[in-house]
Structure formats: C-alpha cells, structure tokens
C-alpha cells in the first residue's frame, strides 16, 4: 500500500460574516498517497481552493487535523512551515506567477537558493535545472525572460520549478485554465507523464473536463464537504 502524503482527518474552517458563520469546509476527511493523481472538483465556493490552502500550511483549520509527511501541520512553527513548503510542496498556478526579471534558468533555479543544501535531488542545482528543461521541453529557453515566451512555455517553466526540489506533493491550481485548448491539452499530457515517471502525488483543483479525465482519482466537493470520491 503507497504511503499517505497528505491527510486530513474531520477538517473544518468557518470564516466569520458578521453574526454568522460560514464553513469553507465542513469535516472534511480524506488521504492522497504516493504518485496519486487526483482532481478536486466542484462549482465555485466548494472548498477546493481552501483544502489546498490548509495543505499546504498558508492557512490554519478550524478544526480537526492535518498531516503533512505524517506530522500535523499545527505542530510546526512558521518558519518551519516554510521550510517544509520549499522542500517538500511545489505549486502550479494559472496565472505562472514567475518572477519577471529572472530568466527562465533561474526561475526554476529559485526554490533551491531559498533555503540551499542539502538538497533532495543528486548532482548539482544547474544540473537539475537542465534535466528538469529537458523534461519539459524547453531546453533551448534557458536564457530567455518569461515575457518572451508563450504562455504554454511559460506554464512549462512553471511545472518544472514545481518539480525543482523534487516535492512529494504538487498542488495544481486551475493549470489550464489561461491556456487555449490545445496547450492545455499539451500541460496536462506532460504533467500526467511526469506524475508516471516521478511518482510525485499532484492534486489538481480544477474545473476542466480533460483534467477530470486525466485524473486517476476525483473527488468532488459541495458545500465544503466531499460528496464523490471515485476512482
């Protein structure tokens, strides 16, 4: 049996509006394990975006736990919590969120210089970079600035940075969602290869079709509770 990455066990988070109180999720319990592929799906206001947010530390539950690795996220400190984001979580965004004046090398080159050795891939950073630009095509980019490259290669640069630290678990958030079909198509075929080959878990948030497709497991949200978990 693969071994549990992200748990979480009767999760809860209540915002307040005025007097009254709404739950983003309501006792949310569910595990990913090891090279999942999972896509989180439901109408706007379900909670995916929340549940990846309290995965990956940026927000604290209101109740119940969550465990990251096997240790709950409520245990470690905010600096610890950002050490753990830079070695063991990447993160895919629809808007790229690259950095502008760095060129493509060093953007993905960025999570290894946060926190610097040790680090959780063999040989050195420029050799990963340029191992992680083969893997996503890009090998002849190195130099360029994101603002000269489409935005598939710019997707391209952002999942291989994802992929810089070698996490254990990528949160994929709408990732073809600002792309034509074609292109996103072409994303989501390269990210389910790299989920084959690296067996990193990716937990997608998404409303596209061709992810839920993709998807090796959905499990969907209503209300901020889960309603459908299917493999």
């Not at 895919?92 to 760095?102: A, E, T």
């Not at 810089?164 to 198509?185: S, V, Y």
Request: glycine share 8%.
């Amino acid at each position: 049996m693969n071994n549990i990455v992200l748990e979480y066990q009767n999760v809860s988070k209540v915002y307040k509006n005025g007097e009254s109180e709404v739950y983003a999720l309501n006792g949310v319990t569910v595990s990913f394990s090891t090279g999942e592929l999972t896509a989180l799906v439901g109408p706007s206001g379900s909670g995916k975006s929340t549940m990846q947010h309290l995965g990956a530390g940026f927000d604290k539950a209101s109740g119940g736990a969550i465990f990251l690795m096997g240790k709950d996220l409520a245990s470690y400190k905010e600096k610890e919590l950002s050490w753990i984001r830079n070695q063991h979580i990447g993160f895919i965004f629809q808007s790229f969120n690259l950095i502008p004046v760095m060129n493509v090398l060093e953007n993905i080159m960025y999570p290894a210089n946060v926190y610097g050795a040790p680090f959780r891939f063999d040989g050195s950073v420029k050799e990963r970079v340029f191992y992680l630009l083969n893997k996503v095509g890009l090998d002849d980019q190195a130099k360029k600035k994101p603002h000269q490259l489409s935005g598939g290669q710019r997707q391209r640069v952002a999942i291989a940075r994802s992929l810089m630290n070698n996490p254990d678990l990528i949160f994929a958030d709408e990732p073809t969602a600002n792309l034509d079909h074609k292109t996103g198509f072409e994303i989501l075929e390269l990210l389910v290869e790299l989920n084959r080959d690296m067996k990193t878990t990716i937990l997608f948030s998404t409303h596209d079709p061709a992810i839920m497709e993709c998807a090796r497991r959905i499990v969907e949200l209503k209300d901020g509770c889960i309603v459908g978990d299917k493999l």
